[in-house]
């Protein structure tokens, strides 16, 4: 049996208080969506405009970090044109996210493999 994720004073995850641990959970949310957006019209190229923030509360101030993205609804070809991106599917984009984040918590030893697999099942 694993040991279980770390905590900080207040009962946060770790993670969160890691300034290398929060960019390195930015970066798999931008990639994803930027393969998102380039897979869905074919075009592998595409720059993709994505602005992230984290926000470590919720609507009643409690401990909820969470990453809003703003992110375009396509990209731009190198030449210069913008290709509207074909509506995608939340629930394979969300579970491709899962999977990523899962593997970074992995590599960052905040999760052993079993247990990121048992949050799989």
């Known amino acids: 049996m694993g040991r279980g994720p770390r905590r900080g004073p207040r009962g946060e995850g770790v993670w969160v208080r890691s300034r290398p641990a929060v960019r ?3 970066r798999v949310a931008a990639r994803t969506v930027t393969a998102a957006i380039r897979t ?6 595409m720059a993709i405009g994505i602005v992230a ?3 470590t509360h919720g ?3 409690n401990w909820h970090p969470h990453l809003p993205l703003l992110v375009t609804d396509g990209g731009f070809r190198p030449g210069g044109t913008f290709v509207t991106c074909p509506a995608h599917d939340t629930a394979r ?3 491709v996210f899962r999977r990523a984040v899962l593997r970074l918590f992995v590599r960052l030893e905040l999760f052993d ?3 990121a697999a048992g949050m799989l099942a």
């Open 53 to 55: 923030c984290l926000q």
């Open 93 to 95: 984009l969300t579970e």
């Open 113 to 115: 493999a079993h247990q």
């Open 40 to 45: 869905l019209p074919g075009e592998r190229d």
């Open 24 to 26: 390195r959970w930015a």
């Open 59 to 61: 609507s009643r101030a």
